[in-house]
T-cell receptor, first 114, second 113 residues
Framework: SQTIHQWPATLVQPVGSPLSLECTVEGTSNPNLYWYRQAAGRGLQLLFYSVGIGQISSEVPQNLSASRPQDRQFILSSKKLLLSDSGFYLC?????????????FGQGTRLTVV | AQTVTQSQPEMSVQEAETVTLSCTYDTSESDYYLFWYKQPPSRQMILVIRQEAYKQQNATENRFSVNFQKAAKSFSLKISDSQLGDAAMYFCAYRSKGNQFYFGTGTSLTVIP
């Protein structure tokens, strides 16, 4: 069966420090991968998605970047965190269009920038 | 980007009663998926129900059913026989042909004992 791992679960970082959140998927190949941010009491904002290695699409221009160094690994990064980067970050994966349609989510990372 | 609108920030329902959550979306695509996800206080996203746009029949999963009106771009969720465990944030989501998933702002459901 497929599983998705996201870490760390909680992170407190000072303003101006770098960020690296990691997400890996097991039990499937060539998944579509996603990073979302959820502000407190708000909906999910799509930040980045990838349909294959080296293919990263950004939905919202901002202080963050994403990379996909391996087929089932998706990394969210920042060189210098801002206070506004605080939030709950979710990684997700989906199969191709002909497969099961839904997205499967990791447990999330609660990021607090101080 | 497609937009998904949930116009009810909060809803409440008596235990064992029925409640309907609303969702509308904007798209020019003819083929897509729609979903309802549940997010309990743990913040884990849980799939409730899915609907494929080319299927005219409304999806059902036990106590959960949808009213899919493709022409009106409407996708509501009905929860029957509401239970205390149904209390959560509910998100409507749209999957495009380009494989992006877009979410609404959510409806917080309270179940009153």
């Amino acid at each position: 069966s497929q599983t998705i791992h996201q870490w760390p679960a909680t992170l407190v970082q000072p303003v101006g420090s770098p960020l690296s959140l990691e997400c890996t998927v097991e039990g499937t190949s060539n998944p579509n991968l996603y990073w979302y941010r959820q502000a407190a009491g708000r909906g999910l904002q799509l930040l980045f998605y990838s349909v294959g290695i080296g293919q990263i699409s950004s939905e919202v221009p901002q202080n963050l970047s994403a990379s996909r160094p391996q087929d089932r690994q998706f990394i969210l990064s920042s060189k210098k965190l801002l206070l506004s980067d605080s939030g709950f970050y979710l990684c997700a994966w989906s199969a191709g269009w002909a497969g099961v349609g839904e997205a499967f989510f990791g447990q999330g990372t609660r990021l607090t920038v101080v | 980007a497609q937009t998904v609108t949930q116009s009810q920030p909060e809803m409440s329902v008596q235990e064992a009663e029925t409640v309907t959550l609303s969702c509308t979306y904007d798209t020019s695509e003819s083929d897509y998926y729609l979903f309802w996800y549940k997010q309990p206080p743990s913040r884990q996203m849980i799939l409730v129900i899915r609907q494929e746009a080319y299927k005219q029949q409304n999806a059902t999963e036990n106590r959960f059913s949808v009213n899919f009106q493709k022409a009106a771009k409407s996708f509501s969720l009905k929860i029957s026989d509401s239970q205390l465990g149904d209390a959560a944030m509910y998100f409507c989501a749209y999957r495009s042909k380009g494989n992006q998933f877009y979410f609404g702002t959510g409806t917080s459901l309270t179940v009153i004992p």
